[in-house]
């Protein structure tokens, strides 16, 4: 899909003025194709993988790093950004992943880093020489690498550090396919150009004029820093265990975070082999897609239309790469439990019910799917049902199965 991109920008480059809009519009009508299809892979991939947990923690991570489609260059791009620089990361290093998601051109479109020009870099100084005015440092991206990728809003960085950092990354812009534009295929490309001159001080720490490694020091200091540990530790224990997770569980991820140099598999292992992670008393409120995957996978599903994911998923107000911020989707019971949207999955569930047709005995795949956890109000329930669809409904729309 990243081809995809780069031929419109070769396309537009070489035709006259009068032409440009109908290729980019054309680009987009194409985009939103890939955007469904995308989805359509996505929702299979859940379906169908032998791996759930690896596939849960593609979608942990891909929340964590958000992009969205809502910015509409992004909508071609967002499937790729979440194979190239999600997935191959996830059983890696927390480093290799910052750096990947930092570089490709879905985030430098989103968080407009392709827009940033360091002001006395060689293209802003012509600028200033010519406009008479600067061309602009963008901090949006350096802001949420900051805020929400590393450390933390509470993570103990200044608006200074964001600047410096805002700095240090320009020169990363998107690939090109000119001959200077560097390796085939690269997600991104350093116009030195455009990058700021000068050493750069971010965290108390000083990072020498270096070209494109200034910015590859700095991520991965910032990878490494406590504060990252105590944040990316809190988000996985919060979205596997509970809303409000034990301190102590907490700690254990920070502890092997920082252990391990960030090596993400051996936080995995700590998380898994931790007594709060199996503890009955800890449960999480199922966000739209969890319940959603769960649904069809509990009732056999092997694969979705993509349109048909897609509706699913804007129904459930949950769509695929479309957060409302950088931020990600909400991952706390808050976020999801409102009146409303639970009626969202009531509806669903009456039509996936449907769709399962009355040969599904909604009591023997309670007891598949929800083994020692249905209770007893439940069970009752689904027995009275007046029809098999309406048994299936409401087990799918349980208290049980809403929480995993």
């Known amino acids: 899909m990243t081809g995809v991109w780069l031929d419109q920008q070769r396309a537009v480059r070489q035709a006259p003025e009068g032409q440009r809009a109908g290729i980019r519009e054309a680009y987009l009508r194409r985009s939103r194709g ?44 967002a499937g790729a950004f979440e194979a190239d620089a999600i997935r191959p990361h996830v059983t890696g290093r927390f480093e290799d992943m910052l750096v ?23 293209v802003g100084s012509r600028s200033q020489a010519r406009l008479q005015r600067a061309r602009g440092l963008n901090e949006n991206l350096a802001r949420e690498i900051l805020e929400l990728h590393t450390l933390g809003v509470k993570g103990g960085y200044q608006q200074d550090d964001v600047t410096e950092l805002a700095r240090a990354l320009t020169g990363w812009t998107l690939p090109d396919d000119r001959p200077d534009a560097g390796a085939p295929g690269s997600s991104s490309r350093f ?64 502890d092997a975070f920082l252990r391990s140099g960030g090596h993400l598999p051996t936080v995995y292992r700590a998380l898994v082999t931790a007594d709060p992670a199996w503890d009955p008393q800890f449960t999480k409120f199922r966000t739209p897609w969890e319940w959603a995957i769960a649904s069809l996978r509990a009732l056999d599903t092997q694969a979705l239309a993509p349109t048909q994911a897609s509706s699913l998923m804007t129904q459930l107000g949950q769509p695929v790469w479309r957060p409302g911020s950088p931020a990600g989707f909400g991952d706390t019971a808050a976020s999801w439990a409102a009146p409303d949207a639970l009626l969202r999955r009531v509806e669903a569930s009456q039509r996936l019910a449907r769709q399962a047709g009355a040969n599904v005995d909604a009591r023997a795949l309670g007891a598949r799917i929800l083994p020692g956890a249905m209770g007893e ?28």
């Open 34 to 77: 890939d955007y469904l299809a995308s989805i359509g892979a996505r929702v299979d991939s859940a379906l169908q993988t032998q791996t759930p947990f690896v596939e849960h923690l593609v979608h942990f991570w891909a929340n964590h790093f958000a992009v969205s489609v809502d910015k509409l260059l992004v909508i071609g791009l």
């Open 377 to 404: 109000a439940t069970d009752r329930s689904i027995s009275l049902a007046e029809s098999g669809e309406q048994a299936l409904t409401l087990l799918l729309v349980s208290p049980e199965f809403l929480r995993r």
């Open 191 to 254: 116009v030195a150009a455009l990058h700021e001159p000068g050493a750069r001080r971010v965290t108390g720490r000083l990072y020498p004029e270096a070209g494109e490694e200034q910015a590859l020091a700095i991520l991965r200091d910032l990878a490494a820093a406590p504060a990252t540990a105590r944040h990316i530790a809190t988000k996985l224990a919060r979205h596997f265990v509970a809303d409000e997770p034990p301190p102590d569980l907490v700690q254990r991820l920070e």
């Open 100 to 122: 990947a998601v930092a570089k490709h051109p879905a985030m430098l479109l989103y968080l407009d880093q392709a827009q940033s020009i360091g002001p006395n870099s060689q």
